[in-house]
């Protein structure tokens, strides 16, 4: 944090991301691993756990990321529960690297810190 360094736990709730590493480490942001916010709708438990996640983040400091945002309904559900950042091929998808400069350009709302989102 010295030198400007955020880490940033990718695909938090998978794998190898436990909550001791969040303890043990400073990090700064948790990116909800796609697999909790697929099928969001259908699944209160999944729901559940997105929720507690980004409470978790809020108390203890964290920026949080919702990966896989593709649906409507998936990108209210975590506005409303206070993520800040999403990511998923509703706002965007993929494209080669000489269009984003003119993709951020486009979408930029001067003065509201928004830049990729419609």
């Known amino acids: 944090k010295k ?8 695909d938090f709730g998978t794998g190898y991301s436990s909550l001791s590493r969040l303890m043990n480490f400073p990090i700064d942001c948790l990116k909800i691993d796609q697999s909790f916010i697929r099928d969001l709708e259908q ?11 980004i409470k978790m983040a809020e108390g203890m400091d964290m920026n949080v990321i919702a990966e896989g ?9 975590v506005k409303i529960n206070n993520c800040k950042g999403v990511q998923g091929y509703l706002l965007c998808k993929p494209m080669p690297s000489i269009q984003i400069e003119a993709f951020l ?14």
């Open 3 to 10: 030198i400007g360094v955020q880490l940033s736990i990718d």
């Open 69 to 77: 945002i593709e649906t409507q309904h998936q990108l209210e559900f």
């Open 43 to 53: 699944s209160s438990a999944k729901a559940a756990i997105v929720t507690a996640i």
């Open 105 to 118: 350009r486009d979408q930029a709302q001067p003065g509201s810190g928004v830049y990729a989102i419609n």
